[in-house]
């Protein structure tokens, strides 16, 4: 009798270790449940948000001080200001384009954005293969209404308001504008400058003049200097870092500079009167904005001085150097253009 119970409580005390062990193991999740779960498996992937991952890709470097810097500092600014991840690459070239594009898509970024009109054929072919990535073109104008969309700005107004004021400036009544590629970005900004200088003076005769290159400073210089031994005491230049040798030009003949894309003030104070302001800085954090508040548009989106990304820059020590109604005058302009009074012909 004893070995039976002695049999007994053995067999009980097997029983409830196995039933110990089976318990053990419910914690173990299905395929069902485990496809449920994040990438760590502490929550539901629904229910994480995932950071926003911003490529940037450049035709040029980002110390130019213009077009490139400009835009560089609106994905840092975004990064900060929204908590966006970014990255970019600098003076991507036509031939690695769609590599760069691949690149940062097979790598998880979800917004990818080509600096230049450059850029389009590249990204509309990557756009294709990645139809979950939103892709955009600054200053171009294509789109795919599903995936791919361009910011533009409207190229003319700071232009037209850039050169109103060369028109006010100008004592020799001849002012230069050099382009560094006869585009249409490019050209209507420029024909703008043009078209309102002729209309502050209608003395003033303004040659533009293309270089063919966005980085070639010393032909900058080489362009401008010819323009001011002509005559011209006032020029402006709209491509990237040629304008830093515009601008040395400048400084080395005493005359005056006016800007482009970016306040240049801070490289020639002496010279650089003010800037035919387009806010890559802007224009980048609005996209940025749009595709985190899920109003990213894939269609060609032009922007302008009355969204906050174009305009003239501030005077800063010109204020008090030049006559109040020289400003006042071109702050006027700028304000006939944001209430429709003013318009390009092209």
Same mark, same amino acid.
């Given at each position: 009798m004893q070995k039976f119970k002695k049999g007994i409580l053995v067999s009980f005390l097997i029983v409830a270790m196995l039933m110990l062990v089976v318990g053990c193991g419910g914690s173990q999740e299905s395929p069902d449940d485990s496809a449920n779960q994040g990438a760590t498996g502490e929550q539901p992937a629904e229910q994480q948000e995932e950071t926003l991952k911003v490529g940037l890709l450049l035709p040029g470097n980002v110390n130019d001080k213009g077009w490139n810097a400009s835009a560089y500092e609106g994905l840092v600014a975004a990064e900060q200001e929204y908590g966006v991840e970014i990255a970019y690459q600098e003076a991507v070239t036509q031939s690695d384009m769609e590599e760069v594009f691949r690149s940062y898509a097979t790598s998880g970024y979800n917004l990818i954005?080509?600096?230049? $009109?450059? $850029?389009?054929?590249?990204?509309?072919?990557?756009?294709?293969?990645?139809?979950?990535?939103? $892709?955009?073109?600054?200053?171009?104008?294509?789109?795919?209404?599903?995936?791919?969309?361009?910011?533009?700005?409207?190229?003319?107004?700071?232009?037209?308001?850039?050169?109103?004021?060369?028109g006010l400036l100008t004592e020799t009544n001849k002012?230069?504008?050099?382009?560094?590629?006869?585009?249409?970005?490019?050209?209507?900004?420029?024909?703008?400058?043009?078209?309102?200088?002729?209309?502050?003076?209608?003395?003033?005769?303004?040659?533009?003049?293309?270089?063919?290159?966005?980085?070639?400073?010393?032909?900058?210089?080489?362009?401008?200097?010819?323009?001011?031994?002509?005559?011209?005491?006032?020029?402006?230049?709209?491509?990237?870092?040629?304008?830093?040798?515009?601008?040395?030009?400048?400084?080395?003949?005493?005359?005056?500079?006016?800007?482009?894309?970016?306040?240049? $003030?801070?490289?020639?104070?002496?010279?650089?009167?003010?800037?035919?302001?387009?806010?890559?800085?802007?224009?980048?954090?609005?996209?940025?904005?749009?595709?985190?508040?899920?109003?990213?548009?894939?269609?060609?989106?032009?922007?302008g001085i009355k969204d906050g990304v174009e305009g003239i820059s501030s005077f800063h020590d010109w204020e008090d150097k030049l006559d109040k109604e020289i400003i006042d005058k071109v702050k006027q302009i700028e304000q006939d253009i944001i209430d429709g009074k003013i318009t390009f012909k092209k």
């Open positions: 954005i080509g600096h230049g $009109f450059q $850029f389009s054929d590249a990204a509309a072919k990557v756009a294709e293969e990645f139809p979950d990535v939103k $892709f955009v073109i600054l200053n171009g104008a294509t789109s795919n209404g599903r995936n791919l969309a361009s910011y533009s700005f409207t190229n003319w107004e700071p232009g037209y308001v850039a050169g109103y004021l060369a002012i230069g504008a050099i382009g560094a590629q006869q585009t249409a970005v490019i050209e209507d900004a420029l024909n703008a400058f043009a078209q309102a200088a002729k209309e502050a003076n209608p003395s003033a005769d303004v040659t533009i003049t293309y270089v063919d290159s966005w980085d070639d400073v010393a032909k900058g210089k080489e362009t401008a200097l010819a323009m001011i031994d002509n005559g011209a005491d006032v020029v402006t230049c709209n491509a990237n870092a040629v304008g830093l040798g515009a601008i040395e030009a400048a400084k080395e003949r005493g005359t005056y500079h006016i800007g482009f894309v970016d306040d240049q $003030f801070p490289v020639a104070p002496e010279v650089v009167v003010a800037s035919a302001i387009q806010s890559n800085q802007e224009m980048v954090k609005l996209i940025v904005r749009e595709t985190l508040a899920d109003n990213f548009n894939p269609a060609e989106n032009v922007i």
